[in-house]
């Protein structure tokens, strides 16, 4: 029997940089060769993740190709709830120590 160690679904996750959720679907789809213990227990070899990392994008990962101008634009857009939260409660608590 070979004393190969098998990692964990949190291991992958750290090697390959993404969400152990994301480890769980790629297994599930059968993109990331994984083997279950037990039935129920994920586990995948040290050399078929290493493979897959050379080949996988990470679907997140930012685009070279993607102008600083849209991700700034697009930064904006979702956030400016926070944005303007946080302008708005600095405001208030200029307010307050001013005494006004």
Avoid at 61 to 69: E, I, M, R, V
């Amino acid at each position: 029997m070979s004393d190969e160690k098998l990692l964990t679904i949190r291991e992958v996750a750290f090697i390959l940089g993404i969400s152990e959720k994301e480890v769980i679907e790629l297994a599930e789809s059968g993109l990331l060769p994984a083997y279950k213990v037990g039935g129920v227990y994920l586990r995948f070899k040290r050399e078929q993740v290493e493979e897959f990392k050379k080949t996988f994008k990470h679907k997140n990962a930012p685009d070279a190709g993607y102008p600083l101008k849209e991700q700034l634009s697009d930064f904006f857009y979702f956030n400016d709830f926070y944005i303007y939260s946080a302008i708005i409660i600095l405001l208030i608590l200029i307010i307050i120590v001013r005494g006004y």
